[in-house]
């Protein structure tokens, strides 16, 4: 399973990456987590099972939404107060909850 | 108050943004000048080398200037030449066109449109900023015929087992003639009967209006303020702001640095490094001045590690730990000086380099490069890096008062929670 992470440039959000990975670690569930730009969203589309968006390109939510329904991956934005205080845990659990 | 704000911000602006964000030939354009992003910095690095600031060694570098000017004139000197095809590439790309033809075809189309010089060579001023504002209206235009074309079928097709190289380079072929026709037939049209070119009008209508706007103090201020309430409500300021701003920006910085190679003094302040590294040293906000006062000064356990978590990330200028993780977003006490800051700082330097106390901007750095080398490397100047500091420190006194009052009722909430002994802290 792909869980990939996108903000404006892929930058800001790959230290959640890094916490997210030791949550999964942590728990023995094999993931692979990747923070990607916004603007790679076709090519993520393709090879990702779960999309989360940084609370900041949120505003992007209508067009990237809709590329995402149409490649039927769940996508959804992670929540700003776990984004703040980059936890892991909470936002592997929202992606994992995304997969189900 | 802030909430009903907040609503109505998510609700009407947040849309607005988006659209704006995405609106097709915007972010076509925001892309193609990003592609060309690595040959301004690796052309900054020759640059300095070539045109140094200091002068005992300019002078030594004197009769090898030309020389060394290569690299520059092949990399920035080249904006508008290489934005035409990366700009028409990323817009044909976006409307699942064939992107290389469009590309290919729109070079074809820049140069059409360009006037030679007398001894007939390809003007070099012209392929540069000079060249971006046309750049990007022949690019779009090239894009929209070809596009036009294709829609209504008027195109060579091919018979099936036809390789696609083939039938490819057959479909631009019609459209392709059509719109070098017509850039030909505008531009001879207005140098022979109006005495004028399709680079003059250009620059007359869009480049200079356009410019003058960028470069002033005025319009500064209003993008610094723009990018910043952005950010207050989580929102990626800079994104937004720049997919209008940035070719604008860009422009002003390449005219600096012709200026520089020439050895002239440098036209313009606001431009590129001004807007990414002048006012958002630390991130947006002059963040590391709050991160600093966070590690040295908080007293409530959720700043002092929030700054000790984000110190290394706001040295090279990521500021999302702290204005998610603070939070910024939606909180007053913290997005008043947030706005205020950069908005001092982008003063205070305005001023001292109109001043002539600090060398003005020429240099494109990657924007993840630390102060106070960013404010050297950007002027060519040392002084750029004491005036940066300063601008830290003025930073941390206008945030102080504001972050007092935050650390105090966070360091009560903190105790309040401690004495019911209930509450898991993260």
Redesign the interface.
């Known amino acids: 399973m792909k869980i990939t992470l996108l903000?404006?440039l892929g930058?800001?959000?790959s230290?959640l990456v890094e916490r997210m990975k030791k949550a999964a670690d942590r728990r023995g569930i094999d993931v692979k987590i990747e923070a990607h730009s916004a603007?790679d969203i076709d090519k993520q589309l393709k090879s990702s099972d779960v999309i989360l968006l940084?609370?900041?390109?949120?505003?992007?939510?209508?067009?990237l939404f809709k590329k995402a329904a149409e490649e039927k991956v769940p996508i959804a934005i992670i929540d700003?107060?776990a984004?703040?205080?980059?936890?892991g845990e909470e936002v592997l659990e929202q992606a994992l909850h995304l997969k189900k | 108050m802030v909430n009903r704000f907040n609503v109505f911000m998510e609700r009407y602006f947040m849309p607005v943004a988006g659209k704006m964000a995405e609106q097709r030939h915007l972010k076509a354009v925001r892309d193609g000048i990003i592609a060309t992003m690595p040959l301004l910095i690796i052309g900054s690095i020759f640059l300095i080398i070539s045109s140094p600031p200091v002068e005992s060694w300019a002078e030594f570098m004197k009769p090898y200037t030309a020389t060394w000017s290569i690299p520059v004139n092949a990399t920035f000197g080249l904006l508008g030449l290489v934005a035409v095809f990366s700009i028409a590439y990323s817009l044909a790309k976006s409307y699942g066109m064939d992107e290389l033809s469009a590309g290919v075809l729109s070079v074809a189309t820049f140069f059409v449109a360009t006037p030679l010089t007398e001894d007939g060579n390809i003007p070099l001023n012209l392929m540069g900023s000079e060249g971006l504002f046309i750049a990007i209206v022949l690019a779009i235009f090239t894009v929209e015929v070809f596009r036009f074309f294709e829609n209504r079928n008027l195109i060579i097709r091919m018979p099936e087992g036809v390789p696609p190289s083939v039938w490819r380079a057959f479909t631009a072929l019609i459209p392709g003639a059509v719109i070098i026709f017509i850039v030909w037939g505008v531009d001879l049209l207005l140098r022979n009967a109006f005495d004028l070119s399709l680079h003059g009008v250009v620059a007359a209508i869009l480049r200079q209006p356009l410019e003058a706007m960028g470069a002033s103090l005025w319009g500064a201020i209003i993008a610094i303020i723009l990018i910043h309430l952005l950010w207050s409500f989580g929102i990626h300021g800079i994104s937004v702001v720049a997919s209008v701003m940035a070719p604008i920006w860009y422009s002003l910085t390449e005219q600096n640095v012709a200026a520089q190679q020439a050895g002239e003094k440098l036209p313009y302040i606001i431009g590129q490094p001004f807007m990414a590294i002048w006012v958002t040293v630390g991130g947006s906000g002059m963040a590391l001045a709050l991160t600093i006062l966070f590690v040295w000064r908080a007293r409530s356990r959720h700043l002092k590690g929030l700054g000790r978590g984000s110190i290394w990330a706001s040295f090279f200028n990521i500021s999302e730990p702290i204005v998610f993780g603070a939070p910024i977003v939606m909180n007053p006490l913290l997005f008043i000086p947030f706005i205020l800051a950069p908005l001092a700082v982008g003063l205070i330097t305005y001023f001292s380099m109109s001043l002539g106390l600090v060398g003005k901007p020429y240099v494109i750095v990657p924007w993840t490069t630390p102060p106070p080398f960013s404010g050297i490397l950007t002027t060519g100047d040392w002084r750029g890096g004491v005036l940066m500091t300063i601008n830290i420190i003025v930073a941390m006194f206008i945030y102080y008062p504001f972050f007092r009052l935050y650390d105090k009722k966070l360091l009560e909430e903190e105790q309040a929670n401690e004495s019911v002994a209930a509450t898991k802290e993260d």
């Open positions: 903000c404006a930058m800001s959000t230290l603007d940084g609370p900041q390109i949120r505003y992007k939510k209508q067009e700003m107060r984004y703040g205080s980059t936890d």
